[in-house]
């Protein structure tokens, strides 16, 4: 599909402001996936604060396997490259990002926010988008982060089946933001999270993160490594760790290939 938005990195920049500088943006019509160029921009050497952002993606990765359909215009997805200290821990990660999400959406009047741990931003208990964290070695052995960030501006009936779970956009809270200022706002507000998250880790953003837990004290099953358990859903800690209550006690799960399912009534 060809895409034919257009996208215009100048009136991105202009609304970075002073943030500008601490960027550099580059615009594909067309690509595979975002993250998998930027994951191959970061082994040549790009900085922190490289961003690619592209109109329609032909093979956009989701987490635990799965692929993001995107429609021309109809969604923002982007990828950033952030390099980290090789000291550094990165649990909590994709969690701090939503939370610089939903922080960068309410600024532009966005009401109905929630985030489902560990990865996905909610409109009225259905997905809006999506982050995807991957992680290579840079050449010093610093954390080379690549973020990847899918939001949809606009509903797609068409493509429902294709996508297979109830999902949001921006629409139906009235006219979505452009696209060049939706980016500059989440790239500003990433900037304050990522600088904070280098320094201390996800510690001090786990009372911010905790009012938009969609999840909390929700009956759930939770997947991990083919282990199926069940219990109430918890709160998180200092790394990020999502807390399940459980019969035998409470257990502990680490984000990455895990799957968070409420239990239907």
Do not use: Y
């Amino acid at each position: 599909m060809a895409a034919t938005a257009s996208f215009d990195l100048r009136r991105v920049r202009d609304a970075l402001g002073e943030q500008a500088s601490r960027f550099d943006v580059d615009h594909l019509a067309q690509c595979d996936s975002t993250n998998t160029q930027l994951l191959a921009r970061a082994q040549r050497g790009s900085g922190s604060g490289t961003v690619l952002v592209a109109d329609v993606q032909s093979a956009g990765r989701g987490r635990r396997g799965r692929s993001w359909v995107s429609i021309p215009g109809g969604n923002l997805c982007f990828s950033l490259l952030w390099r980290f200290a090789a000291q550094q821990r990165l649990e909590g990660l994709s969690l701090v990002v939503g939370l610089a999400i939903v922080r960068a959406l309410q600024s532009l009047q966005v009401s109905g926010l929630s985030l489902k741990w560990p990865n996905d931003i909610l409109l009225d208990g259905r997905k809006l988008g999506g982050v995807l964290v991957e992680v290579a070695q840079g050449a010093q052995g610093e954390w080379a982060v690549v973020i990847g960030i899918g939001l949809n501006l606009r509903q797609a009936p068409d493509l429902a089946e294709e996508i297979a779970q109830p999902f949001a956009a921006l629409s139906e809270c009235g006219e979505p933001p452009a696209r060049e200022l939706l980016l500059a706002a989440v790239l500003r507000a990433l900037l304050d999270v990522l600088e904070a998250f280098a320094r201390e880790g996800f510690a001090p953003f786990v009372e911010a993160w905790m009012p938009w837990h969609a999840m909390l004290g929700a009956e759930v099953t939770v997947e991990q490594h083919g282990l199926v358990r069940h219990g109430r859903c918890g709160g998180v800690d200092a790394l990020g760790r999502l807390a399940i209550d459980m019969p035998e006690g409470q257990v502990f799960v680490f984000g990455g290939e895990v799957s968070l399912r409420r239990v239907q009534a």
